[in-house]
């Protein structure tokens, strides 16, 4: 395989850049030549395709988001809109595809790999986990710090005025973020997507802290966990505390990546040029007890996410 292009989808997520670098300059000193595509599968589909060099990639891996910028593309569902995509690759000669994104990003792929004949190799970017064949998905660790920064502060600030904390975090289907930023940052409650919780028992929870002289409590609540406001609004009625939330929302997406996610791109980046060069297609790159691993996408996206509920109920008995 001599030519190969790279593309971000999705949302974007801390380390994407450094995998971009991780690929670019793995392929450059194996030989290849690279294309970066722009705002993913909406500029595959316009043609937005530009040479890269190892001058290209320089000074990003310590920046945040994805100098080949991210963009939603409903049109991609078409395989009228697929095969255009594929002949704008064909025209440079391109014949691999390293797309960097989720779930959905990786059916994309597979559909123009399974239709138009493109190599592809999926790098798993997200800040949520929420991709059952890997341990970890790129970005998720920055944004846990992140949310991990905000809990610090917040915390000091509760304290200082008696209060009770609301935290509301990213995860509309997966509380990975919510459960880990918790556990690590000392939370009393973590609300989760997975599982059910009994606001009278949290209520009860904080009125026995009040008793025990303890007056400030932090509630980690995954935006997926249910409605946030009713919460925020019941529980000073229900314990006499005031009760503020703040809501992290895309600060979680920003930043530059953790020692973590820098390391995984790099891990992920040269796996994905390793499996090209073999010629292979449909498969995605992860990490497995600390080993990276690679495995045919539908294989993948049909594994179910398990929620941790062991480390849930530890969780419970560390507040």
Same mark, same amino acid.
Not at 59 to 82: H, M, N, V, Y
Not at 118 to 143: C, E, H, M, Q, S
Not at 170 to 189: K, P, Q, S, T, V
Not at 253 to 282: E, H, Q, W, Y
């Given at each position: 395989?001599?030519?190969?292009?790279?593309?971000?989808?999705?949302?974007? &997520?801390?380390?994407?850049?450094?995998? $971009?670098?991780?690929?670019?300059?793995? &392929?450059?000193?194996? !030989?290849?030549?690279?294309?970066?595509?722009? @705002?993913?599968?909406?500029?595959?589909?316009?043609?937005?395709?530009?040479?890269?060099?190892?001058?290209?990639?320089?000074?990003?891996?310590?920046?945040?988001?994805? $100098?080949?910028?991210?963009?939603?593309?409903?049109?991609?569902?078409?395989?009228?809109?697929?095969?255009?995509?594929?002949?704008?690759?064909?025209?440079?000669?391109?014949?691999?595809?390293?797309?960097?994104?989720?779930?959905?990003?990786?059916?994309?792929?597979? &559909?123009?790999?399974?239709?138009?004949?493109?190599?592809?190799?999926?790098?798993?970017?997200? #800040?949520?986990?929420?991709?059952?064949?890997?341990?970890?998905?790129?970005?998720?660790?920055?944004?846990?710090?992140?949310?991990?920064?905000? #809990?610090?502060?917040? @915390?000091?600030?509760?304290?200082?005025?008696?209060?009770?904390?609301? #935290?509301?975090?990213? !995860?509309?289907?997966?509380?990975?973020?919510?459960?880990?930023?918790?556990?690590?940052?000392?939370?009393?409650?973590?609300?989760?997507?997975?599982?059910?919780?009994?606001?009278?028992?949290?209520?009860?929870? #904080?009125?026995?802290?009040?008793?025990?002289?303890? @007056?400030?409590?932090?509630?980690?609540?995954?935006?997926?966990?249910?409605?946030?406001?009713?919460?925020? &609004?019941?529980?000073?009625?229900?314990?006499?505390?005031?009760?503020?939330?703040?809501?992290?929302?895309?600060?979680?997406?920003?930043?530059?990546?953790?020692?973590?996610?820098?390391?995984?791109?790099?891990?992920?980046?040269? @796996?994905? $040029?390793?499996?090209?060069?073999?010629?292979?297609?449909?498969?995605?790159?992860?990490?497995?007890?600390?080993?990276?691993?690679?495995?045919?996408?539908?294989?993948?996206?049909?594994?179910?996410?398990?929620?941790?509920?062991?480390?849930?109920?530890?969780?419970?008995?560390?507040?």
């Amino acid at each position: 395989m001599q030519k190969i292009a790279i593309l971000t989808s999705g949302g974007d &997520a801390p380390g994407m850049n450094a995998a $971009i670098r991780a690929v670019t300059r793995r &392929a450059l000193n194996s !030989g290849m030549e690279v294309y970066g595509v722009e @705002r993913g599968y909406e500029g595959l589909k316009n043609g937005e395709i530009f040479k890269m060099d190892t001058h290209t990639v320089c000074d990003i891996l310590q920046r945040g988001g994805t $100098i080949l910028k991210s963009a939603r593309c409903l049109e991609f569902k078409l395989p009228e809109t697929r095969k255009l995509a594929a002949d704008n690759l064909k025209k440079y000669g391109v014949e691999g595809l390293v797309v960097i994104g989720g779930d959905g990003s990786f059916t994309g792929a597979k &559909a123009l790999s399974d239709e138009q004949g493109i190599n592809v190799v999926g790098i798993p970017g997200t #800040i949520d986990n929420d991709l059952a064949y890997t341990d970890y998905t790129l970005g998720f660790d920055t944004a846990v710090n992140t949310v991990l920064w905000a #809990i610090n502060n917040l @915390r000091d600030t509760m304290t200082s005025h008696d209060r009770v904390s609301v #935290i509301k975090v990213m !995860g509309r289907h997966c509380g990975d973020i919510a459960l880990y930023a918790g556990i690590c940052g000392g939370a009393e409650f973590i609300l989760v997507p997975e599982v059910k919780y009994d606001l009278n028992k949290i209520a009860e929870a #904080i009125n026995k802290n009040k008793a025990l002289g303890k @007056r400030s409590n932090i509630l980690i609540f995954a935006e997926g966990a249910g409605d946030v406001d009713q919460v925020r &609004a019941a529980l000073p009625v229900m314990t006499g505390l005031d009760t503020k939330l703040t809501t992290l929302g895309h600060i979680q997406r920003g930043g530059a990546p953790s020692m973590a996610d820098r390391m995984l791109a790099a891990r992920f980046g040269a @796996r994905a $040029i390793d499996v090209l060069r073999k010629g292979l297609t449909n498969r995605v790159v992860g990490i497995k007890n600390n080993e990276i691993i690679d495995m045919d996408i539908t294989d993948a996206l049909s594994i179910k996410k398990e929620f941790n509920v062991k480390l849930y109920e530890m969780a419970e008995t560390l507040c």
